[in-house]
């Protein structure tokens, strides 16, 4: 054995493995912030793979090296065309996670792992002059990777030791302290991507939306909100707070900095200093339902009850792999990948979502029961893509399209509605039904997935308009808000009535004819966040 084999085993490893170890390093800990640690097990399995597809590597390479020259040459050549292919895949991948159009591009080379093998063997066979040198490069190549070890292998571990004091995804104290019965209550739903162009204003032929028009019958509604920005990560934080995120950052243990528009200054998110923190200053009892961003360590000082649904955000998490089971379970998750991408029954994206969905509207009939919460924050993950239901069925399925999600947010809008009208508390009710942002049609236009149907709706074009709907107790007539205000108004107008100075239709209809419309820069910039 020479060390050469064993560097070009544990480049080939690396490089294999990449996409499984990636997202914990991500300078500012985006996948760690938005999945949770720990990840003590996940990245044990990692690194037990990591030392398996090194051994194996190794060995194969050493026998590769005693084959007849023919057949060594040609075999040579296939290994580093496998190498090529993972090369290119892992190019297309980064440009994928940066949201550049290329879903199809990246379901067609997926296609070749097998054929570019077999096309560098064949080259390798009637043309080895002009593939020996490229072969040689790319073993090169891989003995050079092979160093990155040195610090990728600590950074795992350390990470892998990270163990912060944090809530864990669900807490509900056994005691919350009582209000009084005629104290208020504020339930604020917000409906992940939600248009308000393809839920009001066009919607496409032959969609009906019921609960959301009912609603609407009955509420001050802003049919030109100026949005806020264009990511959930940036968009909610930033409405807690009413203070625009320029970029955001997490430490290791998840807490969230970001990089405030004024002063270009890193500042720690203080959640005293949100909407929430206000609730629990008033007594609300402040309580959360909530998706994508890690509300119970973001907010945990300051909430009487919390239920955050994880974002499955590490890859071999798709193939059965979880912190709660043993590195070595969770090593068996490469195998099991291999079988899933040959046997395409690998846990898709749509899968997630419904699971995700269903445990967060059961959390969300809890909190509405409770008497004690008055202030409810529900943040759910529809109509967002992808598409998980039938809406002529009205039922779940792995497929669908955006159109079929917004029948399944007004079907879920209709289910609430009915739980807070059978609530004792339902004539003190106060419910805001709001967007983070609009349904981002350049995201989605060019994958596989979208359909003629999803075009027409679309017309092709970005309606930015995030929903805005607030209902009153008490309240039956519809009053629409014209003005092109900012989506950041949302701040000012909960917070004034946790401080008890808005309570009603014409106090919030008065209230919005004194702010100032957005500013065209303002929505310019809010585009490009």
């Known amino acids: 054995m020479k ?45 037990i793979d990591l030392l398996a597809v090194s051994a194996v590597a190794t060995l194969l390479l050493i026998l590769i090296r005693h084959l007849p020259p023919s057949a060594r040459q040609v075999t040579e050549a296939m290994f580093a065309g496998l190498m090529a292919w993972n ?23 997926s296609q070749c792992v097998f054929l570019i093998p077999l096309i560098t063997g064949a080259l390798a066979w009637f043309l080895p002059r002009f593939t020996s040198p490229a072969t040689r490069a790319i073993r090169f190549f891989l003995v050079t990777l092979s160093f990155s070890a040195l610090w990728i292998v600590p950074q795992l571990v350390r990470v892998a030791l990270t163990h912060p004091a944090q809530p864990p995804a669900a807490y509900h104290p056994a005691s919350i302290p009582a209000t009084d019965t005629s104290h208020p209550r504020i339930i604020w739903i917000l409906f992940d991507e939600l248009s308000y162009h393809q839920a009001f204003d066009h919607p496409a032929p032959n969609l009906a939306l019921p609960n959301f028009e009912l609603l609407r019958s009955s509420s001050v509604s802003f049919s030109s909100l100026v949005p806020a920005g264009f990511r959930t990560e940036k968009v909610i934080p930033s409405l807690f707070m009413n203070r625009t995120f320029d970029e955001y950052s997490s430490t290791l243990g998840g807490q969230l900095s970001y990089l405030d528009a004024s002063n270009k200054h890193w500042i720690k998110y203080n959640p005293a200093s949100t909407l929430f923190g206000l609730a629990q ?30 974002v499955v955000s590490m890859p071999m998490e798709q193939y059965g792999a979880s912190e709660s089971q043993s590195p070595l379970s969770d090593a068996a998750a490469l195998p099991h990948q291999l079988a899933a991408e040959l046997t395409n029954h690998k846990t898709t994206e749509e899968e997630m979502q419904i699971r995700a969905y269903r445990a967060l509207m059961d959390h969300a009939g809890t909190l509405i029961q409770n008497d004690s919460l008055r202030f409810i924050y529900i943040h759910l993950p529809v109509p967002h893509p992808p598409g998980i239901y039938d809406r002529r069925l009205h039922t779940f399925r792995t497929s669908g399209t955006y159109l079929d999600n917004l029948v399944l947010a007004d079907d879920t809008l209709g289910i609430l509605m009915r739980q807070i009208s059978a609530s004792s508390l339902a004539a003190n ?59 950041m108004l949302e701040h000012d107008m909960i917070a004034a009535m946790l401080n008890g100075q808005m309570n009603s239709q014409e106090q919030l209809v008065r209230w919005s004819s004194q702010l100032s419309p957005a500013s065209p820069q303002l929505q310019a910039k809010a585009e490009t966040n």
């Open 3 to 47: 060390a050469r084999d064993i560097l070009e085993g544990v480049g080939t490893a690396l490089l294999l493995l990449f996409s499984y170890y990636v997202a914990f390093f991500h300078p500012r800990n985006h996948d760690l912030y938005h999945h949770g640690l720990p990840v003590t097990n996940l990245i044990g399995g990692v690194l």
């Open 87 to 109: 090369i290119v895949n892992l190019g297309i991948q980064i440009l994928y996670r940066f949201l550049l159009p290329v879903a199809d591009m990246r379901a067609r080379w």
């Open 281 to 310: 200053q008033k007594g609300w009892n402040p309580a959360i339902d909530g998706w994508y961003n890690p509300y119970c360590q973001l907010l945990a000082p300051v909430l009487s009850a919390c239920y955050w649904s994880p």
């Open 429 to 487: 009710t106060t419910i805001i039904v709001t967007s983070d942002h609009s349904w981002r049609i350049m995201l989605y236009r060019n994958a596989s997935t979208w359909t003629q149907e999803e075009e027409q709706a679309s017309g092709g074009k970005f309606d930015d308009r995030p929903v805005l709907l607030v209902h009153f107790p008490g309240q039956r007539s519809a009053e629409e808000i014209r003005s092109a205000l900012p989506e």
